[in-house]
T-cell receptor, first 115, second 115 residues
Framework: AAGVIQSPRHLIKEKRETATLKCYPI?????VYWYQQGPGQDPQFLIS???????DKGSIPDRFSAQQFSDYHSELNMSSLELGDSALYFC??????????????FGPGTRLTVL | QQQVKQSPQSLIVQKGGISIINCAYE??????FPWYQQFPGKGPALLIA?????SEKKEGRFTISFNKSAKQFSLHIMDSQPGDSATYFC??????????????FGQGTILTVHP
């Protein structure tokens, strides 16, 4: 079965550079979530999109922006990178169906290292 | 403030034993409680989930017990195996409003099963 695809899997950037992370949800899934997981930490919600519209926003710095495109893939753009942005970034997708459990399926993650 | 509190932080059990991980939540608007398993460098994978209208759900060796009045739920892993060694996260989400589906995670439990 198709899974959530994230690219790149690893990314190394210098401070103050920009980074773009991509997420390709499971086909027919209409909702995308982004989470940030620091070393030894639990995943923290950043932002979500439903049918290409932003639906909720968490603790996402103003330096970060994201969008969902017409083909439902999503991109997380990160500017003015700081050392503290080094983390695993996960994308998850789900199919919003109010009658059943909307399971979120996570991608393998992008490991961002800021030097 | 941690809306979902998980304990213990780490757990060591012998092969064949029972692993028990506990979680407590604050927000009574939460109505979906999944457990995720995460291996190092991988994305979280859904193990089992429950809604507050049932007190227990069992799938194979994994059982969730749910106590709505106490706002607590727990994961029991029967006949624990070395392959179960991973980090386990409880989570909670709500099915309405702009925060639909957003997962709030517990702090995680590192489970080690000795052969």
């Amino acid at each position: 079965a198709a899974g959530v695809i994230q690219s790149p899997r690893h990314l190394i950037k210098e401070k103050r550079e920009t980074a773009t992370l991509k997420c390709y949800p499971i086909p027919r899934h209409d909702t995308v979530y982004w989470y940030q997981q620091g070393p030894g930490q639990d995943p923290q919600f950043l932002i979500s999109f439903y049918e290409k519209m932003q639906s909720d926003k968490g603790s996402i710095p103003d330096r970060f922006s994201a969008q969902q495109f017409s083909d439902y893939h999503s991109e997380l753009n990160m500017s003015s990178l700081e050392l503290g942005d080094s983390a695993l970034y996960f994308c998850a997708s789900s199919l919003r169906d109010y009658t059943v459990e909307d399971t979120q399926y996570f991608g393998p993650g992008t490991r961002l290292t800021v030097l | 403030q941690q809306q979902v509190k998980q304990s213990p932080q780490s757990l060591i059990v012998q092969k064949g034993g029972i692993s028990i991980i506990n979680c407590a939540y604050e927000n009574t608007a939460f109505d979906y409680f999944p457990w995720y398993q995460q291996f190092p460098g991988k994305g979280p994978a859904l193990l089992i989930a429950i809604r507050p209208d049932v007190s227990e759900k069992k799938e194979g060796r994994f059982t969730i017990s749910f106590n709505k009045s106490a706002k607590q739920f727990s994961l029991h892993i029967m006949d624990s195996q070395p392959g179960d060694s991973a980090t386990y996260f409880c989570a909670a989400s709500m099915g309405g409003g702009t925060s639909y589906g957003k997962l709030t995670f517990g702090q995680g439990t590192i489970l080690t099963v000795h052969p």
